[in-house]
């Protein structure tokens, strides 16, 4: 027997037909699945927190990514800069000079001029590779330490695990574990 009023095929309801009023068993009736109900919406509620804070954690760490990439996109653009001056310099160079030895002493100034371009855009090349390797690994330290935080038993890494004191009172030592927890998780947090 249902509750809800009858609804037509295009999904209004019909105000046409006499719906009926609930008996008490039919009120036993869906009492007896209101603990089912509310069961699986509890569950949906936690699946949604967990897509919650997942998508928290890829926002964060887009962040982290976004700043590296700016950072190396500021390098690049002022290679590119200090490229365009040298060029600029080489051309002024080129052009006023007719004499055979300005034209080395402008040979010279180029060699060193493209010495230093190299130098700078390997310097920037390997800047631009070591913040990727970086990242890259420290997001891989990230997903294990959260991987060790949701198992069940909780892992302590050796670093944070708490060490035993002789001569320690009970409650110090129930307490430790659970300091430990918390250090781990904070050490881990900003990752």
Known sequence: ??????????????YNVPVKTPTQSDVVELLRYLPI???TQ??????LQTVREELSEIKASQGTHAKSTESTTQLV?????????????????????SNLKEDDALLDQCQSAKSEMALQW??????????????LKNKQKAELYS??????PYFIPLKHRPKMIPGETAPCTTRRPEEAKLRHHHDTEPM
């Open 147 to 152: 991987n060790w935080q949701t198992n069940s």
């Open 37 to 39: 109900i509310l069961e």
């Open 122 to 135: 390997s310097s920037r090349l390997n800047s631009r590779k070591k913040h990727f390797w970086n990242f």
């Open 42 to 47: 509890q569950k949906i509620i936690e699946s």
């Open 1 to 14: 027997m249902s509750l809800l009023p009858p609804y037509t095929s295009d999904g209004s309801i019909s």
């Open 77 to 97: 653009s002022e290679l590119l800069a200090t490229t365009a001056t040298i060029t600029a310099k080489v051309e002024t160079l080129t052009t006023s000079n």
